[in-house]
Protein backbone atom coordinates (compact mmCIF):
# COMPACT_ATOMS: atom_id res chain seq x y z
CA UNK A 1 0.00 0.00 0.00
CA UNK A 2 1.78 3.19 -1.12
CA UNK A 3 1.82 6.09 1.19
CA UNK A 4 2.74 9.69 1.14
CA UNK A 5 5.33 11.12 3.09
CA UNK A 6 7.81 14.39 3.21
CA UNK A 7 11.37 14.51 1.93
CA UNK A 8 14.20 17.02 1.35
CA UNK A 9 14.26 16.17 -2.52
CA UNK A 10 17.10 18.25 -4.75
CA UNK A 11 16.21 18.42 -8.68
CA UNK A 12 17.88 19.63 -11.67
CA UNK A 13 17.11 22.17 -14.26
CA UNK A 14 18.31 20.51 -16.93
CA UNK A 15 18.53 23.15 -19.00
CA UNK A 16 20.60 25.67 -16.69
CA UNK A 17 22.72 22.36 -15.16
CA UNK A 18 21.23 24.57 -12.24
CA UNK A 19 20.17 22.18 -8.74
CA UNK A 20 17.80 23.27 -6.41
CA UNK A 21 16.30 21.51 -3.25
CA UNK A 22 13.60 21.55 -0.86
CA UNK A 23 10.85 19.91 1.54
CA UNK A 24 7.95 18.32 -0.31
CA UNK A 25 5.97 15.14 -0.57
CA UNK A 26 6.54 11.97 -2.11
CA UNK A 27 5.26 8.70 -2.50
CA UNK A 28 6.18 5.40 -1.03
CA UNK A 29 6.18 4.03 -4.99
CA UNK A 30 8.87 6.69 -5.78
CA UNK A 31 11.23 5.30 -3.43
CA UNK A 32 14.19 3.52 -5.20
CA UNK A 33 14.31 -0.17 -5.72
CA UNK A 34 15.54 -2.13 -2.66
CA UNK A 35 14.72 -5.24 -0.65
CA UNK A 36 13.82 -3.50 3.22
CA UNK A 37 12.38 -0.31 3.71
CA UNK A 38 12.92 1.42 6.93
CA UNK A 39 11.21 4.82 8.76
CA UNK A 40 14.23 6.49 9.49
CA UNK A 41 14.78 7.56 12.95
CA UNK A 42 17.56 10.09 12.75
CA UNK A 43 20.01 11.35 10.04
CA UNK A 44 22.94 13.29 10.24
CA UNK A 45 25.03 16.37 8.11
CA UNK A 46 28.33 15.83 6.86
CA UNK A 47 30.46 17.84 5.15
CA UNK A 48 29.57 15.60 1.37
CA UNK A 49 25.66 15.90 2.43
CA UNK A 50 26.40 19.77 3.18
CA UNK A 51 27.93 19.99 -0.11
CA UNK A 52 25.00 18.32 -2.26
CA UNK A 53 22.81 20.37 -0.53
CA UNK A 54 24.37 23.47 -1.31
CA UNK A 55 25.05 21.98 -5.21
CA UNK A 56 29.22 23.76 -4.04
CA UNK A 57 30.57 20.27 -5.50
CA UNK A 58 28.82 17.65 -7.91
CA UNK A 59 27.77 15.61 -5.38
CA UNK A 60 24.53 14.32 -6.43
CA UNK A 61 24.90 12.10 -9.67
CA UNK A 62 21.33 11.26 -10.16
CA UNK A 63 18.23 13.86 -9.80
CA UNK A 64 15.81 14.05 -8.19
CA UNK A 65 17.62 12.90 -5.01
CA UNK A 66 17.54 12.84 -1.24
CA UNK A 67 20.68 13.28 0.36
CA UNK A 68 21.11 11.74 3.64
CA UNK A 69 24.44 9.22 3.67
CA UNK A 70 24.11 7.87 7.08
CA UNK A 71 20.63 6.65 8.21
CA UNK A 72 19.60 5.11 11.73
CA UNK A 73 15.90 3.72 11.34
CA UNK A 74 13.66 1.00 12.03
CA UNK A 75 12.85 -1.54 9.21
CA UNK A 76 8.96 -1.29 8.34
CA UNK A 77 8.79 -3.86 5.20
CA UNK A 78 11.81 -6.41 4.32
CA UNK A 79 11.95 -8.95 1.66
CA UNK A 80 15.55 -9.95 2.87
CA UNK A 81 15.53 -13.33 5.60
CA UNK A 82 18.21 -10.76 7.13
CA UNK A 83 15.87 -8.13 8.55
CA UNK A 84 12.49 -8.74 9.98
CA UNK A 85 9.85 -5.75 10.61
CA UNK A 86 11.21 -3.93 13.95
CA UNK A 87 14.62 -4.25 13.24
CA UNK A 88 16.88 -1.39 14.03
CA UNK A 89 19.49 -0.76 11.58
CA UNK A 90 22.28 1.79 10.38
CA UNK A 91 23.54 2.79 6.75
CA UNK A 92 26.38 4.22 6.22
CA UNK A 93 28.01 5.49 2.05
CA UNK A 94 27.18 2.70 -0.83
CA UNK A 95 26.31 6.21 -2.96
CA UNK A 96 23.18 6.87 -0.80
CA UNK A 97 22.57 10.48 -1.22
CA UNK A 98 24.61 10.33 -4.35
CA UNK A 99 22.81 8.01 -6.74
CA UNK A 100 20.66 6.35 -4.59
CA UNK A 101 18.18 8.09 -2.42
CA UNK A 102 19.26 9.21 0.97
CA UNK A 103 17.88 9.65 4.81
CA UNK A 104 16.44 13.13 4.69
CA UNK A 105 12.81 11.85 4.78
CA UNK A 106 10.54 9.54 6.44
CA UNK A 107 11.41 6.37 4.74
CA UNK A 108 14.23 5.09 2.44
CA UNK A 109 14.36 1.96 0.87
CA UNK A 110 17.56 0.23 1.07
CA UNK A 111 19.52 -2.94 -0.53
CA UNK A 112 20.00 -5.44 2.87
CA UNK A 113 23.84 -6.05 1.91
CA UNK A 114 24.02 -2.10 3.06
CA UNK A 115 22.44 -2.19 6.28
CA UNK A 116 24.05 -3.09 9.61
CA UNK A 117 21.99 -4.17 12.86
CA UNK A 118 22.59 -1.17 15.01
CA UNK A 119 25.45 -1.94 17.77
CA UNK A 120 23.46 -2.77 20.86
CA UNK A 121 25.47 -0.33 23.19
CA UNK A 122 25.13 2.69 20.46
CA UNK A 123 21.50 4.26 20.14
CA UNK A 124 20.78 5.21 16.40
CA UNK A 125 21.05 9.22 17.57
CA UNK A 126 24.83 8.07 19.04
CA UNK A 127 25.83 5.86 15.29
CA UNK A 128 24.15 9.57 13.80
CA UNK A 129 26.43 11.48 15.83
CA UNK A 130 29.46 9.06 15.08
CA UNK A 131 28.58 9.67 11.15
CA UNK A 132 30.61 8.60 8.58
CA UNK A 133 33.50 10.51 10.18
CA UNK A 134 33.60 8.54 12.68
CA UNK A 135 32.99 5.05 11.29
CA UNK A 136 35.96 6.14 8.82
CA UNK A 137 38.21 6.77 12.06
CA UNK A 138 37.15 3.48 13.56
CA UNK A 139 37.94 1.51 9.67
CA UNK A 140 41.70 3.26 10.58
CA UNK A 141 42.07 2.38 14.28
CA UNK A 142 41.05 -0.88 13.22
CA UNK A 143 43.43 -1.16 10.26
CA UNK A 144 46.51 -0.51 12.76
CA UNK A 145 44.72 -3.02 15.13
CA UNK A 146 44.53 -5.68 11.98
CA UNK A 147 48.91 -4.40 12.03
CA UNK A 148 49.71 -5.58 15.22
CA UNK A 149 49.81 -2.22 16.60
CA UNK A 150 48.95 -1.99 20.80
CA UNK A 151 49.10 0.97 23.25
CA UNK A 152 53.18 -0.84 23.90
CA UNK A 153 53.95 -0.22 20.32
CA UNK A 154 54.55 3.68 20.89
CA UNK A 155 52.86 7.24 20.11
CA UNK A 156 50.42 7.16 17.35
CA UNK A 157 50.24 10.49 14.94
CA UNK A 158 46.64 11.49 14.05
CA UNK A 159 46.60 14.18 11.22
CA UNK A 160 43.97 16.57 10.70
CA UNK A 161 43.36 16.61 14.31
CA UNK A 162 40.77 19.05 14.70
CA UNK A 163 38.40 17.79 11.77
CA UNK A 164 35.75 14.96 11.95
CA UNK A 165 37.87 12.09 11.41
CA UNK A 166 41.02 13.17 13.64
CA UNK A 167 38.39 13.92 16.52
CA UNK A 168 37.05 10.54 16.78
CA UNK A 169 40.30 9.20 15.77
CA UNK A 170 41.78 10.67 18.64
CA UNK A 171 39.20 10.27 21.14
CA UNK A 172 38.81 6.42 20.29
CA UNK A 173 42.64 5.58 20.48
CA UNK A 174 43.34 7.42 23.65
CA UNK A 175 39.96 5.51 25.09
CA UNK A 176 41.83 2.05 23.71
CA UNK A 177 45.32 3.41 25.70
CA UNK A 178 46.97 4.26 23.11
CA UNK A 179 49.59 7.61 23.74
CA UNK A 180 48.27 9.83 20.82
CA UNK A 181 50.21 12.97 18.86
CA UNK A 182 47.46 15.66 17.20
CA UNK A 183 48.85 17.52 14.23
CA UNK A 184 46.81 20.40 13.78
CA UNK A 185 46.81 23.85 12.21
CA UNK A 186 44.17 25.21 14.54
CA UNK A 187 46.31 25.99 18.31
CA UNK A 188 43.51 27.51 19.28
CA UNK A 189 41.96 23.94 19.74
CA UNK A 190 44.47 22.63 21.85
CA UNK A 191 42.13 22.19 25.02
CA UNK A 192 39.85 20.52 22.95
CA UNK A 193 42.18 18.50 21.23
CA UNK A 194 43.73 17.16 24.75
CA UNK A 195 40.22 17.25 25.96
CA UNK A 196 39.43 14.34 23.31
CA UNK A 197 42.76 12.14 25.04
CA UNK A 198 45.87 13.94 23.00
CA UNK A 199 48.84 14.68 24.74
CA UNK A 200 51.17 15.74 21.84
CA UNK A 201 50.38 18.52 19.97
CA UNK A 202 52.00 19.00 16.34
CA UNK A 203 51.63 22.04 14.01
CA UNK A 204 50.85 21.10 11.02
CA UNK A 205 53.10 23.47 9.36
CA UNK A 206 55.67 21.41 10.56
CA UNK A 207 54.67 18.61 8.36
CA UNK A 208 52.98 20.36 4.90
CA UNK A 209 56.33 21.41 3.53
CA UNK A 210 58.76 19.29 1.49
CA UNK A 211 61.01 17.02 3.86
CA UNK A 212 63.59 14.22 4.10
CA UNK A 213 62.75 10.56 2.85
CA UNK A 214 63.55 9.46 6.47
CA UNK A 215 63.11 10.93 9.15
CA UNK A 216 63.24 10.66 12.76
CA UNK A 217 61.37 7.88 13.95
CA UNK A 218 58.97 9.11 16.31
CA UNK A 219 55.61 7.23 15.82
CA UNK A 220 54.31 3.66 16.07
CA UNK A 221 51.64 4.74 12.74
CA UNK A 222 49.61 7.63 12.34
CA UNK A 223 45.78 8.08 11.10
CA UNK A 224 46.40 10.34 8.23
CA UNK A 225 43.47 12.29 6.75
CA UNK A 226 45.34 15.17 4.83
CA UNK A 227 47.27 13.27 2.24
CA UNK A 228 50.14 15.56 -0.01
CA UNK A 229 53.50 16.21 1.47
CA UNK A 230 51.92 15.63 4.98
CA UNK A 231 51.25 11.48 4.46
CA UNK A 232 54.68 11.40 2.91
CA UNK A 233 56.64 13.35 5.91
CA UNK A 234 53.92 11.10 8.24
CA UNK A 235 55.16 7.92 6.46
CA UNK A 236 59.05 9.19 6.62
CA UNK A 237 58.66 9.48 10.86
CA UNK A 238 56.91 6.54 11.30
CA UNK A 239 59.17 3.30 13.06
CA UNK A 240 60.38 0.20 11.93
CA UNK A 241 57.44 -2.16 10.61
CA UNK A 242 54.79 0.59 11.52
CA UNK A 243 51.33 1.50 10.25
CA UNK A 244 50.00 4.20 8.46
CA UNK A 245 45.91 4.30 7.69
CA UNK A 246 45.48 6.86 5.01
CA UNK A 247 41.80 8.42 4.37
CA UNK A 248 41.62 11.11 3.41
CA UNK A 249 43.28 14.59 1.12
CA UNK A 250 42.52 17.48 2.96
CA UNK A 251 45.73 19.14 1.79
CA UNK A 252 45.82 17.10 -1.45
CA UNK A 253 45.49 14.05 -3.62
CA UNK A 254 49.03 13.83 -4.47
CA UNK A 255 51.61 11.91 -2.62
CA UNK A 256 55.16 13.01 -3.14
CA UNK A 257 56.61 10.47 -1.66
CA UNK A 258 59.79 8.04 -1.53
CA UNK A 259 59.94 3.97 -1.25
CA UNK A 260 62.56 4.77 1.85
CA UNK A 261 60.33 4.34 4.61
CA UNK A 262 58.86 0.83 2.84
CA UNK A 263 61.75 -0.31 1.81
CA UNK A 264 64.21 0.38 4.46
CA UNK A 265 61.75 0.43 7.59
CA UNK A 266 59.00 -1.63 6.45
CA UNK A 267 56.23 0.86 6.86
CA UNK A 268 53.00 -0.35 5.64
CA UNK A 269 50.66 1.91 3.87
CA UNK A 270 47.06 1.19 4.69
CA UNK A 271 44.55 2.90 2.65
CA UNK A 272 40.69 2.71 4.24
CA UNK A 273 37.73 3.48 2.15
CA UNK A 274 33.67 3.66 4.12
CA UNK A 275 32.34 3.83 1.09
CA UNK A 276 31.84 0.32 -0.40
CA UNK A 277 33.98 -0.71 2.65
CA UNK A 278 32.97 -4.79 2.73
CA UNK A 279 30.20 -5.72 5.63
CA UNK A 280 32.89 -7.23 8.05
CA UNK A 281 34.88 -4.23 7.87
CA UNK A 282 31.75 -2.28 9.02
CA UNK A 283 30.83 -4.40 11.69
CA UNK A 284 34.49 -4.59 13.06
CA UNK A 285 34.74 -0.87 13.07
CA UNK A 286 31.17 -0.54 15.07
CA UNK A 287 32.20 -3.09 17.30
CA UNK A 288 34.82 -1.14 18.16
CA UNK A 289 32.73 2.04 18.82
CA UNK A 290 30.67 0.76 20.45
CA UNK A 291 33.39 -0.72 22.84
CA UNK A 292 35.48 2.26 23.12
CA UNK A 293 34.04 5.12 22.22
CA UNK A 294 33.25 7.36 25.37
CA UNK A 295 29.80 8.23 25.34
CA UNK A 296 30.24 11.39 27.27
CA UNK A 297 32.77 12.72 24.94
CA UNK A 298 30.20 12.01 22.05
CA UNK A 299 27.50 14.18 23.75
CA UNK A 300 29.78 17.15 23.98
CA UNK A 301 30.64 16.93 20.46
CA UNK A 302 26.70 16.60 19.16
CA UNK A 303 23.72 19.18 18.39
CA UNK A 304 20.80 18.15 18.11
CA UNK A 305 19.15 20.02 14.60
CA UNK A 306 15.99 20.53 13.17
CA UNK A 307 16.13 18.87 9.58
CA UNK A 308 14.15 21.65 8.88
CA UNK A 309 16.93 23.53 8.89
CA UNK A 310 19.15 21.86 6.07
CA UNK A 311 19.52 24.71 4.12
CA UNK A 312 21.05 26.63 6.08
CA UNK A 313 23.00 24.26 8.15
CA UNK A 314 24.30 23.22 5.08
CA UNK A 315 25.52 26.35 4.28
CA UNK A 316 26.79 27.09 7.50
CA UNK A 317 28.62 23.93 7.72
CA UNK A 318 30.68 25.01 4.44
CA UNK A 319 31.08 27.96 6.18
CA UNK A 320 33.09 26.36 8.92
CA UNK A 321 30.74 27.78 11.25
CA UNK A 322 29.28 24.61 12.75
CA UNK A 323 31.42 23.00 15.83
CA UNK A 324 30.89 19.15 16.54
CA UNK A 325 28.44 16.82 15.13
CA UNK A 326 24.85 17.36 13.92
CA UNK A 327 21.97 14.97 14.63
CA UNK A 328 18.41 15.04 13.22
CA UNK A 329 15.78 13.50 14.76
CA UNK A 330 13.67 12.47 11.66
CA UNK A 331 10.38 10.97 12.62
P1 LIG B 1 37.22 17.94 8.06
O1 LIG B 1 37.11 19.07 7.08
O2 LIG B 1 36.31 17.89 9.22
O3 LIG B 1 38.71 17.86 8.63
C1 LIG B 1 39.86 17.93 7.86
C2 LIG B 1 40.97 18.50 8.74
O4 LIG B 1 42.17 18.47 8.01
C3 LIG B 1 40.74 19.95 9.11
O5 LIG B 1 39.95 20.07 10.26
C4 LIG B 1 42.16 20.40 9.34
O6 LIG B 1 42.55 20.00 10.64
C5 LIG B 1 42.97 19.57 8.35
N1 LIG B 1 43.28 20.33 7.14
C6 LIG B 1 42.42 21.01 6.35
N2 LIG B 1 43.07 21.57 5.31
C7 LIG B 1 44.37 21.24 5.45
C8 LIG B 1 45.56 21.53 4.71
N3 LIG B 1 45.51 22.27 3.61
N4 LIG B 1 46.71 21.02 5.15
C9 LIG B 1 46.78 20.26 6.26
N5 LIG B 1 45.70 19.96 7.02
C10 LIG B 1 44.52 20.44 6.61
O7 LIG B 1 37.10 16.62 7.19
P2 LIG B 1 36.83 15.11 7.71
O8 LIG B 1 37.57 14.87 8.95
O9 LIG B 1 35.38 14.85 7.64
O10 LIG B 1 37.50 14.32 6.53
C11 LIG B 1 38.92 14.33 6.43
C12 LIG B 1 39.32 13.81 5.06
O11 LIG B 1 38.94 12.46 4.95
C13 LIG B 1 38.68 14.56 3.89
O12 LIG B 1 39.64 14.68 2.88
C14 LIG B 1 37.55 13.64 3.48
O13 LIG B 1 37.26 13.78 2.13
C15 LIG B 1 38.16 12.28 3.78
N6 LIG B 1 37.19 11.24 4.05
C16 LIG B 1 37.42 10.04 3.46
C17 LIG B 1 36.60 8.99 3.71
C18 LIG B 1 36.91 7.69 3.07
O14 LIG B 1 36.01 6.86 2.95
N7 LIG B 1 38.14 7.46 2.69
C19 LIG B 1 35.40 9.12 4.55
C20 LIG B 1 35.30 10.40 5.22
C21 LIG B 1 36.17 11.42 4.94
P3 LIG B 1 43.30 21.02 11.63
O15 LIG B 1 42.53 22.29 11.59
O16 LIG B 1 43.27 20.32 12.95
O17 LIG B 1 44.68 21.18 11.06
Request: glycine letters at 12%.
Amino acid sequence: MSETFDAYVITRDEETKQQSGGWTQVSTDDLPEGDVTIRVRHTTMNYKDALAITGKSPVVRRFPMVPGIDIAGEVVASDSPDYAVGDEVIMNGWGVGEVHWGGYATYARMKSDWLLKKPAGLSGAECMAIGTGGYTAALCVQRLLDAGLTPESGTVLVTGASGGVGSFAISLLSSMGFTVAASTGRAEEEPYLRGLGASEIVDRNTLSGKGRPLDKELYAGAVDSVGSTTLANVLSQVKYDGTVAACGLAQGFDLPATVMPFILRGVTLAGVDSVMAPKARREAAYALLDKHLDRAKLAEITQEADIRNVDQLAADLIDGKVRGRLVFAVS
